[in-house]
């Protein structure tokens, strides 16, 4: 029983009482950098695993499960909605859960345990059912992570939000990048089991991280004592001094004492500003309690079109970025008959530019999330129609197509981060506005929620889309349908999103 109740307490990093001892490198293991090294390696963990397994999974059913050739397309099909069902159902799940409980720790360990059963399943399964369930857990995983993950960014980054959201944009531009050619050439040099310990590996690194972190949160149930202590021990000291005669000082020393007053005192935090906003906000306590249930957060966030428009932003472009993944590579193998590896430099060029992302992240928190999303949506249009005129096997056309794909990787950066940061901003924005409207814990795992939400759904929409049209009217008709899609994401932005963050103060 005590094991248990010493397990949970180094899980959920509640302090077992007063006289307890704070953790070993308690400074390290709560910093800034730790906590977003880790979020980042979670989120890249899910990326890389998420593509690692595509080029195998059609072996997998072959040589693991033995479906016939003419249904590997249509079971491959279902395991990979299986994914995006999960991450979609799971994401708001995930957050409200990570609102609810006193830490994001715990969540994310629940995530990663789901990760290692996903692994485990889809290993080795031997039937339909297992890949299945292995599918599922997955994509229930990547809802945690995402969820909670970014959630946790907004609590350690404070205002650096748009930062935060660029440091995600690189592990995703990472993990998109390298997963599938490390899983094709694994496979092909090492075999099916070899693709999965590679996997193993990044999970475990991701487990040693993720019970090392410490949220700042939890480390100020020590930190703030040590303060305090600190504080008081040089109060008492002062009270000595004062009392003590004039003589009780050697010669030569400065008998003077400061005042009391001059001691410093602890900066409060964003939360206890919060909170004294909540109460010179004259709300009383019923009226909180009525106005802070679960419904009426959820309604509350929902009712704002500052925040619909960012979701429908995301959606446009986790739906572009999607489809150009699933026909991309059959494009350029029909138009230059070229392999998978001299595919994966054009590949490089669209992923590449998302090492920008914290660039823009800092524009948006400077500038606010609407132009730098806007001028990304204005510059994709032009960019997805022009590559329509990519259709000869020239050396002309290669360095054409090479140069639309990175400026469009540009411009989706400029769109997914500044709207990844929005919905910081807004609930700050309502927040500010409603003091207590979403009670003492906030709704940052619900706003991050929807936005893995709507990032599964254009996750799902774009391939189909894509691949529908591609095979019906051609790869010319869907890039130009994309770049109408894309103007559909610019008009909400410009009119509902938010502008400017910091405006100067006037008296």
């Given at each position: 029983?005590g094991f248990?109740?010493?397990?949970?307490?180094?899980?959920?990093?509640?302090?077992?009482?007063?006289?307890?001892?704070?953790?070993c490198?308690l400074s390290i293991?709560?910093?800034?950098?730790l906590?977003?090294?880790?979020?980042?390696l979670?989120?890249?963990?899910?990326?890389f695993?998420?593509?690692?397994?595509i080029p195998?999974?059609?072996?997998?059913?072959?040589?693991?499960?033995?479906?016939d050739?003419d249904q590997?397309?249509h079971?491959?099909?279902?395991l990979?909605?299986?994914?995006?069902?999960?991450?979609?159902?799971?994401?708001?799940?995930a957050?409200?859960y990570?609102?609810?409980?006193?830490?994001r720790?715990?969540?994310?360990?629940i995530?990663?345990?789901a990760?290692?059963?996903?692994?485990?399943?889809?290993?080795?399964?031997?039937?339909?059912g297992?890949?299945?369930?292995g599918?599922?857990l997955q994509?229930?995983s990547a809802?945690?992570?995402?969820t909670?993950?970014?959630?946790?960014?907004?609590d350690?980054?404070?205002?650096?939000i748009?930062?935060?959201?660029?440091?995600v944009?690189?592990?995703?531009?990472?993990?998109l990048?390298?997963a599938p050619?490390i899983?094709?050439?694994?496979?092909?040099?090492?075999?099916?089991?070899?693709?999965?310990?590679?996997?193993f590996?990044?999970v475990a690194?991701?487990?040693?991280?993720?019970?090392?972190?410490?949220?700042?949160?939890?480390?100020?149930?020590?930190i703030?004592e040590e303060?305090?202590?600190h504080?008081?021990?040089?109060?008492?000291?002062?009270?000595?001094e004062?009392?003590d005669?004039p003589n009780a000082?050697?010669q030569?020393r400065?008998?003077?004492?400061?005042?009391s007053?001059e001691?410093?005192q602890p900066?409060?935090?964003?939360?206890?500003?919060r909170?004294?906003?909540?109460?010179?906000g004259?709300q009383?306590?019923?009226l909180?309690?009525?106005?802070t249930?679960?419904r009426?957060r959820?309604?509350?966030?929902?009712?704002?079109?500052?925040?619909?428009?960012?979701?429908?932003?995301l959606?446009?472009q986790a739906?572009?970025?999607?489809?150009?993944?699933a026909t991309?590579?059959?494009?350029?193998?029909?138009?230059f008959?070229?392999?998978?590896t001299?595919?994966?430099i054009f590949?490089l060029a669209?992923?590449?530019?998302g090492?920008?992302?914290p660039?823009?992240?800092?524009l948006a928190?400077r500038?606010?999330?609407?132009?730098p999303?806007?001028?990304?949506f204005?510059l994709?249009?032009?960019?997805?129609?022009c590559?329509?005129?990519v259709t000869e096997?020239?050396?002309?056309?290669?360095i054409l197509?090479?140069?639309?794909?990175?400026?469009?990787?540009?411009a989706?950066?400029?769109v997914n981060v500044p709207?990844?940061?929005?919905?910081t901003?807004?609930?700050?924005?309502?927040?500010a506005e409603?003091p207590?409207?979403?009670?003492?814990?906030?709704?940052?795992?619900?706003g991050?929620?929807?936005?893995t939400m709507?990032?599964?759904?254009?996750?799902?929409v774009g391939?189909?889309?894509a691949?529908y049209?591609?095979?019906s009217?051609?790869?010319?008709?869907?890039?130009w349908s994309?770049?109408?899609?894309a103007?559909s994401?610019a008009?909400?932005?410009?009119i509902w999103l938010g502008?400017?963050?910091r405006?100067?103060?006037?008296?």
């Amino acid at each position: 029983m005590g094991f248990l109740v010493s397990a949970r307490q180094f899980l959920s990093g509640t302090r077992k009482d007063s006289q307890s001892k704070p953790p070993c490198l308690l400074s390290i293991r709560s910093s800034t950098t730790l906590i977003v090294l880790t979020v980042n390696l979670a989120i890249f963990t899910d990326i890389f695993f998420y593509a690692l397994i595509i080029p195998v999974i059609p072996f997998s059913l072959t040589v693991q499960v033995g479906i016939d050739e003419d249904q590997v397309q249509h079971w491959t099909s279902i395991l990979l909605a299986c994914y995006s069902v999960a991450l979609f159902v799971g994401s708001p799940l995930a957050g409200l859960y990570a609102d609810h409980t006193s830490s994001r720790r715990w969540p994310l360990l629940i995530g990663l345990v789901a990760l290692a059963g996903s692994t485990l399943l889809l290993c080795f399964g031997n039937s339909i059912g297992l890949l299945v369930l292995g599918r599922l857990l997955q994509g229930f995983s990547a809802a945690i992570v995402w969820t909670v993950g970014c959630a946790l960014l907004v609590d350690t980054m404070d205002k650096a939000i748009g930062v935060a959201m660029g440091y995600v944009g690189i592990s995703m531009s990472v993990g998109l990048l390298i997963a599938p050619a490390i899983g094709g050439a694994v496979y092909s040099a090492a075999g099916y089991y070899a693709v999965y310990y590679i996997a193993f590996g990044v999970v475990a690194v991701d487990v040693l991280l993720r019970l090392f972190m410490i949220e700042k949160k939890v480390a100020r149930q020590w930190i703030n004592e040590e303060h305090s202590s600190h504080l008081s021990a040089e109060a008492d000291q002062t009270d000595v001094e004062r009392i003590d005669p004039p003589n009780a000082f050697p010669q030569g020393r400065d008998n003077s004492i400061r005042p009391s007053r001059e001691i410093s005192q602890p900066q409060e935090s964003s939360q206890e500003k919060r909170n004294e906003a909540e109460i010179k906000g004259g709300q009383t306590p019923e009226l909180t309690a009525e106005h802070t249930s679960m419904r009426w957060r959820v309604k509350t966030l929902l009712k704002s079109p500052r925040l619909l428009s960012a979701l429908w932003g995301l959606f446009v472009q986790a739906g572009i970025m999607m489809g150009f993944d699933a026909t991309l590579a059959l494009f350029l193998q029909s138009t230059f008959a070229w392999n998978s590896t001299a595919a994966g430099i054009f590949f490089l060029a669209l992923f590449l530019p998302g090492f920008l992302s914290p660039l823009v992240g800092w524009l948006a928190d400077r500038y606010g999330a609407k132009w730098p999303a806007f001028f990304g949506f204005c510059l994709t249009i032009p960019l997805l129609v022009c590559l329509r005129f990519v259709t000869e096997n020239t050396i002309q056309h290669k360095i054409l197509l090479g140069f639309l794909l990175a400026l469009l990787g540009v411009a989706l950066a400029f769109v997914n981060v500044p709207l990844m940061a929005e919905i910081t901003y807004v609930i700050e924005s309502k927040a500010a506005e409603e003091p207590g409207v979403f009670g003492d814990k906030g709704v940052y795992g619900l706003g991050y929620g929807l936005f893995t939400m709507a990032f599964a759904l254009g996750g799902t929409v774009g391939p189909l889309w894509a691949g529908y049209v591609v095979d019906s009217a051609g790869w010319g008709t869907m890039t130009w349908s994309f770049g109408i899609w894309a103007a559909s994401g610019a008009v909400p932005v410009c009119i509902w999103l938010g502008g400017q963050i910091r405006t100067p103060k006037t008296n």
